[in-house]
Every structure is written in C-alpha cells, then in structure tokens.
C-alpha cells in the first residue's frame, strides 16, 4: 500500500469540542429533520403509484424501473459524498442536499412526461444518498459520547417519515383532486429540514493528502461492511416488496396482509431506538450479529412451513432481524477513528450495499415466476442472512478502518 494511504490519528479526533447545550439541540433538530426526509420521497411514490402510472401512461417496465431508482440512486450518488465533505462543511452539505431533495420532488409532479419524471426523481434521491451518508459521521462528530442512542432516534424519526409519508400521501391527493398534490407536499418538508443548517456556516475540517485518499474499498472491513449493509437492504427491500404478498397467497385476506406487512415496521421502532445504543456499549457485537441473523432466518424458516399459525411470531421476528439496519448505522460510526474515515466507510458500505440491495426484489420476483411458489424465494433470503451473518461477524470485533490502510 502506498505511504500516503498511513493515517495516524488518534480516536478522539472523530470529535469536536464539546457543544453548548442550546447548540447540540439545535444540531439534533437539524439531523432529525433531515432524517425525516430520507424515506417520504419513495414511499408517497410508491403509495400513489398506480395514480402516477394513469397520469403519465407509464409503461409497466417504466414502473419497476420507479421501484429500484432510489437503490441505485443511493448506490451511485451517494459515493460522491467524500469528495463533497472536503470542499464544504457538514451545514452547506445537508443545506445543498435537502435543497436539491426540494427541488427534485417540486420538478417532478410539474412534468407530464415520464422520461422527466424519472429524472427529477433521480435528482430527489440524489439528495437523499448524501444524507443517507453525511449522517453517521455527523452524529460520532457532534455527539461522541452519545451516538448509539442519538443514531437510534434519528433512525426511528426515518421510520415515522416513512410510516406517515405512506399513510398521508393518499388523502392528500384525494383532498386536492390530484396525486401530485399528494407527491408535492413532501418538497415543503425537505425545505423546512434545510433551514436549521443554514446558520451552520462552519468550514471543511483541514485535511492531509494521506487523508483525503481513504479508500475503504482497498479494506476488508469496508468490503466486510458493504456486504452486511447490502444483504440486510436487500432483506429489507425483498420484505417492503413481497411479504403482504406472501401472506395474501397464503390465504390471508389482503387488509390483513396489509397489517402483517405494517407490523414489521411497527415492532421494529423500539429496536431502531435501541438496537444502536445497546451496540455502542458493547466492545464485540459478535452475540448481536448473531441474534438478528437467527431470528430473520427463523422468521423466514416459519413463513414458509407455517405462515398461519404463528404469522405474528414470524413477523416480530423478521422486525428484529431488521434491527441489522441501525446496528450497521452505529457500526459504521464505531469501525473509523476520524470523520473522513466514517464518511469514506459510509460512502462505500452505503453506495455497494445498496446495489446488493437492489436485486433484492428483483431475483425474489423472478424465482417466485420462475417456480410458481415461495419455497425458493425464501430459500434465497435465508442464504442471504447467512452470508450476512458471516460479513458481520468480520465487522463485529473492535477493528478500525484507518488501521487496516496502513
């Protein structure tokens, strides 16, 4: 490795001095508003969907491909983000990020034709993708000592956006006679979360040229890293895509497929609060990389052989296993000693993982087509838990990227 890819700083400098307490609130009420922008965007989509795909004719090759641009906007967009944090600071990057979030979501509900649309959605997740990356770093470097459960609250904030986002989206366009009112509202929220960092007018951190080459792709935490964070997206995005369906084929009626599918997301906001915390407290997360790991493959193992008699079991359990999703969150924040380390093992771990989690959907789709049934597609999410419970253990014991480039 070449000697300019050595970084020797210590841990403590991932951190800033202390923030006065009206500041560090301020600072959590901007990650927080931001935090509640990072899903809206694609579940209003994909709420008003079929009203989208009437309005502008959209092909229903056109549709799928609605279906995975925000995974591969993510994947692609947000590996820009590195280069983003060394000529701005944190502010003017979340500042730019929510603006360009606006303007996407604005753009896109003015437009009747589909090739624009797809682009302007592209533009919304762009802004998504740098925030999805910039947040870890920026909760290890403004609350050092309380990262788990500040990770933890920004990440049940995402949820509830996600959660209110879906369920809102659809009386908003019924009350204003059209589903781009129902899209459109979302843009004045992402307004509303730049407006806390625009008084945030700190400069770049000053940065060696050892420092600005953190490849963590030349590491085998960050390729460890990226497989964990894209099988579990890519559990999650199979789940989000084709659990309500399962259930249905298994005879349950559609409302309460619906409510199976809600349920997931409902038993998983008390573990999004403290899945990061308990992470951070513990020096080797091997038991915990374990435990979600089971109890997916669990989850799956008994929706295949017995989705009737224990649906609320497995769904609980499947939400636990979902856990994986903050507890990688927190880890990315824990496996760097600086903030460039953090930023450069979130691009990579989010940006890889994401394409992962892309074909999540997809591959379940086509084997359910393929063999007329659901044996094999859970099959498939179960091998995929495996081979996650693999990269995590690699992940879970105290390592640090910046060591690993020496």
């Known amino acids: ?20 307490v009206g500041a560090a609130g301020f600072v959590l009420l901007g990650i927080l508003l931001v935090a509640l922008n990072l899903r809206a965007a694609i579940t209003s989509l994909g709420a008003l969907l079929p009203e989208v795909s009437a309005g502008l004719s959209l092909s229903p090759t056109v549709a799928g491909l609605i279906t995975t641009l925000p995974a591969l906007s993510f994947a692609f967009f947000g590996a ?56 870890p770093a920026l909760v290890r470097e403004h609350f050092p000592q ?78 460890a890293m990226a497989i964990y964070f894209g099988a579990q997206s890519l559990s999650g995005y199979a789940t989000m895509g084709w659990l309500a369906q399962i259930f249905r084929d298994a005879s349950f009626t559609p409302a309460n497929a619906g409510l199976l599918l809600a349920g997931v997301t409902a038993f998983g906001v008390p573990i999004a609060l403290l899945m990061p915390s308990i992470a951070t407290r513990r020096p080797n997360l091997k038991p915990l990389v374990l435990m979600l790991s089971t109890a997916m493959i669990l989850s799956y193992v008994g929706i295949m052989i017995a989705p009737h008699s224990g649906a609320i079991l497995w769904v609980a359990l499947l939400a636990l296993g979902q856990g994986a999703f903050p507890m990688v969150l927190a880890m990315i924040g824990m496996r760097a000693r600086t903030p460039d380390g953090i930023v450069a093992l979130s691009a990579f771990a989010q940006s890889t993982g994401y394409v992962i989690g892309a074909l999540g959907p997809l591959l379940v789709g086509i084997l359910h087509e393929v063999t007329g049934g659901w044996t094999m597609p859970l099959g498939f999410l179960i091998a995929a838990a495996v081979v996650q419970a693999f990269a995590g253990l690699i992940v879970a014991r105290p390592r640090y990227l910046e060591d690993e480039l020496r």
């Open 1 to 20: 490795m070449p000697p300019t890819a050595v970084i020797e700083l210590p841990t403590s400098a991932v951190a800033r001095p202390r923030l006065r």
């Open 146 to 223: 309380k990262a788990g459960l500040v990770t933890g609250v920004y990440t049940m904030t995402m949820i509830t956006g996600t959660t209110v986002a879906s369920a809102a989206s659809v009386p908003v366009a019924n009350a204003f006679g059209s589903w781009r009112a129902g899209l459109g509202v979302w843009a004045l929220v992402a307004v509303v979360a730049a407006l806390p960092w625009l008084s945030q007018r700190g400069k770049p951190a000053a940065r060696t040229e050892a420092h600005s080459r953190i490849r963590a792709g030349r590491t085998r935490l960050g390729w």
């Open 80 to 135: 820009f983000t590195p280069k983003l944090t060394r000529r701005f600071s944190s502010g003017q990057i979340l500042t730019g990020a929510m603006i360009v979030l606006a303007l996407g979501q604005a753009a896109r509900v003015l437009t009747d034709s589909a090739v624009i649309f797809l682009i302007t959605s592209a533009l919304a997740m762009a802004g998504i993708a740098v925030a999805n990356v910039l947040l």
